[in-house]
């Protein structure tokens, strides 16, 4: 049972990423999802979740309008498209399952990581 998070690289200011969370061992089916970063001595933060069934995302203030939050059960992933990418994008980026709901704001399943750096 695990979540494995990829598609983090290296990217220009402006540029685009698509961060993938697979499952393995569950089905995403009935769980939030959130993304979540951490940015090299700062806190981390949440960016994104999506309901289970897709109808509620929300963002991060910093986020809005250049992230969009997307699943797709039939292959048990979760997607965070990255357009307008800025430096302070840069951070390691975490998919985790929701505890009860993404309004809960708390992770219990987490994945691995991957790293976003943004920079010319």
């Known amino acids: 049972v695990q979540l494995q998070a990829s598609g983090g690289g290296l990217v220009q200011p402006g540029g685009s990423l698509r961060l993938s969370c697979a499952a393995s061992g569950f089905s995403l089916d009935y769980y939030g999802i959130g993304w979540l970063r951490q940015a090299p001595g700062k806190e981390r933060e949440g960016v994104s979740c999506i309901s289970g069934g897709a109808d509620i995302t929300n963002y991060a203030d910093s986020v809005k309008g250049r992230f969009t939050i997307s699943r797709d059960n039939a292959k048990n992933t979760v997607y965070l498209q990255m357009n307008s990418l800025k430096p302070e994008d840069t951070a390691v980026y975490y998919c985790?399952?929701?505890?009860?709901?993404?309004?809960?704001?708390?992770?219990?399943?987490w994945g691995q990581g991957t790293l976003v750096t943004v920079s010319s």
């Open positions: 985790a399952t929701a505890l009860y709901s993404c309004s809960s704001q708390k992770y219990e399943l």
